[in-house]
């Protein structure tokens, strides 16, 4: 069995836009199964007594990410543009992800919406949006988005995010190689260490 | 004049531990003048609202903090004995350390602190830990800690907690090029590369 590294994301979480945009070719050059699993911080936040992202609620905090965003992506050359609306709502993107995560162009599907959602500014919680993301890698949108619509769609997502709170994670982008956690973008590489190792 | 990093840090943050001990080098590698910058968290804390450490409200965080410092310490060769009490008073070191920033034995007595914190897990806030800091450096220990002790360097470190908040500083360990703000010990490689190439 190929090594496994779990990429828990989110797609209205900023730091998780490099993570994406990377983090493929990066198991790919080292031999890495990489499994996609999607959830909402929303929940996670709230468990922390938090009602919007913590870049809202610390403006010094909110500030400074946004400025450290703008060097990462410069540095990976990687477009930005400050989204208009942040955090933006991924619900029914993240069901399709979701419901979808073992297929041949999750990753290709993953990178389109924070494109959109970090490039190109657009309303990711929107069903227009969404359905353009997925048909730039498959060719029947409105199949996918209804059955990303279903109520067991709904409830695979619901408990995927209660399985990253019993992971201990508590934002994104977060990398589980077993048990062992890391959190954050610029823990990628020892994530991708640590399944090397193990 | 030599290219300036300004390294803004406070003596019971955990992940100034490992940047603490290994900035000097690096600065010294690449030519750069050291700026010694402690300060306080605790007004910064107290701004966004917290009466304590983040990783002590937010236990999830917290409980990933420690290991990943573990991993952070493992990889740099640094001894690491989760401290007892968390986080120490620092004040007495840290003005100490503002008092004499500018002194040829400033980087081996914040190292001697934050061994003793994180390494020896000794009792930063008390007089005597500081001293046996301060003598592995400088031989009258006592004269620095009077002096320290001054109304003139009480003010001195509370004009340079509120000199760090103006610049946007929320956490440590923090950088300033300029500027330019880095926030983390992941962060620091990234802050050199900016001096270099300014």
Same mark, same amino acid.
């Given at each position: 069995?190929?090594?496994?590294?779990?990429?828990? @994301?989110?797609?209205?979480?900023?730091?998780?836009?490099?993570?994406?945009?990377?983090?493929?070719?990066?198991?790919?050059?080292?031999?890495?199964?990489?499994?996609?699993?999607?959830?909402?911080?929303?929940?996670?936040?709230?468990?922390?007594?938090?009602?919007?992202?913590? $870049?809202?609620?610390?403006?010094?905090k909110g500030k400074y990410m946004w400025r450290d965003l703008e060097r990462i992506c410069e540095s990976q050359n990687l477009g930005f543009r400050r989204?208009?609306?942040?955090?933006?709502?991924?619900?029914?993107?993240?069901?399709?992800?979701?419901?979808?995560?073992?297929?041949?162009?999750?990753?290709? $599907?993953?990178?389109?919406?924070?494109?959109?959602? $970090?490039?190109? =500014?657009?309303?990711?919680?929107?069903?227009?949006?969404?359905?353009?993301?997925?048909?730039?890698?498959? =060719?029947?949108?409105?199949?996918?988005?209804?059955?990303?619509?279903?109520?067991?769609?709904?409830?695979?997502?619901?408990?995927?995010?209660?399985?990253?709170?019993?992971?201990?994670? @508590?934002?994104?982008?977060? $990398?589980?190689?077993?048990?062992?956690? @890391?959190?954050?973008? =610029?823990?990628?590489?020892?994530?991708?260490?640590?399944?090397?190792?193990?």
């Open positions: 069995m190929a090594k496994q590294l779990e990429f828990w @994301f989110e797609f209205g979480s900023t730091y998780s836009y490099p993570a994406a945009m990377r983090i493929e070719s990066l198991a790919d050059e080292n031999g890495i199964q990489l499994v996609w699993r999607p959830f909402l911080l929303g929940p996670v936040f709230k468990d922390q007594g938090w009602k919007d992202s913590p $870049f809202n609620l610390y403006p010094a989204p208009s609306v942040f955090p933006r709502n991924g619900l029914l993107a993240t069901r399709v992800a979701c419901r979808y995560a073992d297929e041949e162009w999750i990753a290709d $599907f993953v990178r389109e919406i924070y494109l959109a959602n $970090f490039k190109y =500014d657009l309303d990711i919680s929107s069903r227009e949006v969404v359905s353009q993301c997925i048909s730039k890698c498959y =060719d029947n949108s409105e199949e996918l988005l209804l059955e990303a619509e279903t109520e067991e769609s709904k409830q695979l997502l619901k408990r995927q995010t209660e399985q990253a709170q019993s992971a201990g994670i @508590f934002g994104s982008p977060s $990398f589980l190689v077993g048990e062992e956690l @890391f959190w954050g973008n =610029d823990r990628l590489e020892a994530a991708i260490e640590w399944v090397v190792r193990c």
